[in-house]
């Protein structure tokens, strides 16, 4: 079958679960930014967990990233030991004008930071979603956006982009960074079109003013690929109260719990179908078996050790430019919580996050478990 403009599509979920989808596929041009959240830290303990490394081996060469971050922004303390500490980040490469994608050597932006912090002891993971709009000043190189998600793609040195982002997150936010990994976000869409459909509760009624007709129904939903990319892509839903970027967060979570439940359930056969599409489209700097060892105990965590954190914040602007600005004081306060072992603690007045007047006020940080998203859907935990 072929969607809009002749493109090929994928066939959909069978009929018993498309009358359970939302109502109107999104039939729209990739226009809007994509951030996924933890989807990315998951894809990549799908590929690199659950103990077949003979698998991997096969894969090993596809898996690798020429970019090595330096041992300075990283900790003898953290480093390899009972904690590990990294960033997980999805690249979008869409066209956005003429200060966006590049064809020619396709770079994107990271449109989705996650900042990780994972105790093997404790079994805890603590996830850090940095909005992609988080204001980082005008000194560093972001093609006058001032914003974070430009790092990567505006990068002094184009052989090393990801140290940029890196050295920033160490910076600003005081946290060591050990490890990274990315992953095209194109990947989402074909991971979910390989089943055809993935179960998610929908927790609010999701249109687009600038799409009459298109939109997902409140409730449990079988959602295909696309249906997917509208749910977490979509901004400019009314009931997000003009904070798109931010509030969408939120709903975005329903879909990594749904998601997380998949992969409680993965056997190896079923990564097979996955390997050809996430092994051409993951970069990491971390030594793949060691990578592969940390992703096979962390898929044993529960929902009630996987901690969300979105850090105070609101909309400012700057130069004419539309950003987001994190609250310090509160930002520290969870950075120390969640982030730090106690004798670390770094105080406000350490961090170099750059702040500004903010022109709605400040949304409140939301800290949440795995287990409390899944507490609030009709399916099992």
Known sequence: PRGRAGARVRP?????????????????????????GIVILLLVLAVLGVGIY?????????????????????????????????????LDYDNEGADGYSTADKVGRTDMILYMRYDTEANKLALLQIPRDTYVGPELSTGNTYKINALYYCAPNP??????????????????VDFYATIDMDALKEIVDI????????????????????????????????????LLRNRHNPGYNDQGDIARLQTQQSFYS??????????????????????????????????????????????ADITFVRPPCGSATYNGRAVVSLEKEGTAELLNQYFRAP???????????????????????????????????PVGG
């Open 12 to 36: 959909g979920p069978p009929p018993q679960a498309r009358r359970r989808a939302g109502s109107g596929g999104p039939g729209r041009p990739r226009r809007k930014k994509k951030r996924y």
């Open 54 to 90: 003979g698998i991997l081996n096969v894969y090993m060469n596809r898996i690798s990233g020429s970019e090595v971050l330096p041992d300075d922004i990283g900790t003898t303390v953290y480093k390899g030991q009972k904690v590990v500490s990294g960033l997980i980040c999805g």
């Open 159 to 176: 052989e090393n982009r990801m140290e940029a982002l890196a050295r920033t997150i160490y910076d600003q936010f005081k946290l060591p």
């Open 195 to 230: 089943k055809g459909w993935i179960e998610v509760y929908v927790p609010m009624d999701i249109t687009d003013p600038d799409y009459p007709g298109t939109g997902l129904e409140a409730g449990l939903r079988n959602l295909t690929g696309e249906q997917v990319e509208f």
């Open 258 to 303: 749904a998601l997380y439940r998949e992969f409680k359930t993965l056997q190896p056969k079923d990564l097979l179908m996955w390997m050809d599409v996430l092994t051409y489209r993951i970069k990491t700097d971390m030594d793949l078996i060691q990578l592969g060892g940390l992703a096979q105990k962390a898929l044993s965590i529960s929902g």
């Open 343 to 377: 004798e670390d603690a770094v105080p406000a007045s350490g961090l170099d996050i750059q702040a500004l007047p903010l022109y709605v006020g400040v949304m409140e940080a939301d800290v949440k478990t795995m287990a409390d998203v899944q507490t609030t859907e």
